[in-house]
């Protein structure tokens, strides 16, 4: 997806979580997590929130879009 | 009652049943017999095939990834029905001079009974191929492959 960046893989990693841990704290797919840390899914500002709040850091480091 | 969020349980297999369509040929009998067009509509049936994409996808949980794959294809799905359907629905609603220039008929008689069945049989392929599409597109979408490239 172009200009839109995701630093999930680092932080997921950084609260010792898996993917799957991850997708089911947020009531998601663990598809959908692997997606979203390559950058290929542009999350739902809730869904964002949620994963935000899950690995405990700020919404606007996590998900970035660029021009 | 609560809403389920995952997907119904369905075996691929019934997918099958696509081959009820197949029944839609009676129609060439029953035609000939006695002008009945209406079991064409039985080519209606070959959407059944989209309950093997369904199938393989029994039990997804359905988060917003999936519901977003979902809209996008019911919209293409129905999109190419609809179209199909108004194209049919365009051409028998040409003059009977062209119809019978477009195919060929030489009896007058069989240009409306003409009509009837080319709109049966459009009507009814169309149903099939949206209902089918929503899901083959559906399972596509939800398993384009992950492009490894980007990171």
């Known amino acids: 997806m172009d200009g839109f960046f995701c630093d999930l893989k680092k932080y997921r990693l950084l609260k010792g979580l898996t993917q799957e841990q991850l997708a089911q704290m947020v009531g998601v797919r663990r598809e959908t997590v692997m997606r979203l840390e390559k950058a290929q899914y542009n999350p739902s500002l809730k869904l964002a929130f949620d994963i935000a709040k899950a690995v405990e850091a700020p919404i606007d480091v996590l998900f970035r879009f660029e021009d | ?151």
Request: aromatic residues 20%; proline residues 3%; positive net charge.
């Open chain 2, 1 to 151: 009652m609560k809403k389920s969020n995952v997907t119904r349980k369905i075996d691929p297999r019934l997918g099958l049943l696509g081959f009820l369509g197949l029944l839609g040929f009676a129609g060439i009998w029953t035609y000939r017999l006695d002008h009945t067009v209406f079991p064409f509509l039985f080519f209606g049936f070959f959407g059944f095939f989209g309950f093997y994409f369904e199938g393989k996808m029994s039990g997804t949980l359905m988060d917003e990834r999936f519901l977003q794959n979902k809209l996008r294809a019911e919209h293409a799905a129905y999109r190419i029905g609809f179209w199909i359907a108004f194209f049919a629905l365009v051409l028998t609603t040409v003059n009977d001079r062209m119809w019978i220039r477009l195919t060929g008929a030489s009896d007058p008689l069989w240009v409306n009974n003409g009509k009837l069945l080319f709109l049966t049989v459009a009507l009814a392929l169309a149903a099939a191929l949206a209902l089918f599409l929503s899901q083959y597109l559906l399972y596509r979408y939800d398993h384009e492959p992950l492009d490894e490239s980007e990171y």
